[in-house]
């Protein structure tokens, strides 16, 4: 299958980076909120791999393994890397930075679970070192019991990053690039 270059490098140059879709962490998720975000995920997802860009998918250790409808998603995706986290910061570990360099990644689209905790200290991280930062509502979600904070965490995101209300306007976006 021929890959789609992009043009201008940008996306050389952009990952998504997927925080703790972990069988343990939606537990609290209705099987509705549970499938959508998912099937968000997998539309950023399969443009990854339709433009051979990066993805980082992070797991909380001890938490479990990724969510099984993931796996065969993730699994078209050229140039994933799995990779464990033992803080809720994915910067907080010692080698995902210097990765990202190594990568030449400096823009990154961030969704995962745990938004109002995990996702959110992760892209606040990302932001203080300099990487410019995109996502949208649906990509992101905190278990049924806590969604209370996700207001404040898309206020967050509205202010410090590239925010769409959709995943496909996302894509959409990323496609002009």
Known sequence: MDRV???SGILNKTAFVLVDMQENEMNGFSPDRRSGLVK??????????????????????GHGELVGE???????????????????DCFSCCYFNPVLHR????NLIIGGVNASYCVLVSADSAKSLGYNLGSA????????????NLPSVHSWFRSNSMFYDTSESLVERLKKF
Not at 137 to 148: C, I, R
Request: proline share 3%; charged share 35%.
């Open 40 to 61: 968000s995920q997998e539309k950023v997802l399969d443009f990854c791999a339709e433009r051979n860009m990066h993805v980082y998918a992070f797991k909380f250790e």
């Open 70 to 88: 993931l796996n065969p998603i993730l699994a078209r995706v050229p140039r994933r890397n799995i990779l464990l986290k033992r803080d809720s």
């Open 5 to 7: 270059i992009n043009k």
């Open 103 to 106: 990568d030449g990644i400096r």
């Open 137 to 148: 509502e649906d990509l992101m979600g905190d278990s049924d019991y806590v969604t209370s």
